[in-house]
Nanobody, 123 residues
Framework: HVQLVESGGGTVVPGGSLNLSCTAHGYTYRTPCMGWFRQAPGKEREGVAQIYTGGGSPYYADSVKGRFTLSQGSAKYTLHLRMNTLKPEDTAMYYC?????????????????WGQGTQVTVS
């Protein structure tokens, strides 16, 4: 049973920063893709940042490039998302997700496991 545990999030003023973290527990298959997605009220879910955990550079949505940084933690299947210069339009529920290979990191349909979500509010 795979479980994604997210932490971080909260409320910040515009221009502030937050850190999100996610760890996947119980995953025993081949090297996965992992990423962060978000959904604001009344809007569709969108990708924020994703990575193939076996190597390569992260992918970022255009709206967060230069402001958000995705990194892998020292523990296996752990992701960190550093969010700087936050804007009100970044307000959303943020979800961590994991996809078994073969996976295209940016394709949300590939992701089989999702966290419960953590709220980010910029106001």
């Amino acid at each position: 049973h795979v479980q994604l545990v997210e932490s971080g999030g909260g409320t910040v003023v515009p221009g502030g920063s937050l850190n999100l973290s996610c760890t996947a527990h119980g995953y025993t298959y081949r090297t996965p893709c992992m990423g962060w997605f978000r959904q604001a009220p009344g809007k569709e879910r969108e990708g924020v940042a994703q990575i193939y955990t076996g190597g390569g550079s992260p992918y970022y949505a255009d709206s967060v490039k230069g402001r958000f940084t995705l990194s892998q933690g020292s523990a296996k299947y752990t992701l960190h998302l550093r969010m700087n210069t936050l804007k009100p339009e970044d307000t959303a529920m943020y979800y961590c997700a994991l996809a078994r290979p073969p996976c295209i990191a940016t394709r949300s349909d590939d992701y089989s496991w999702w966290g419960q979500g953590t709220q980010v509010t910029v106001s």
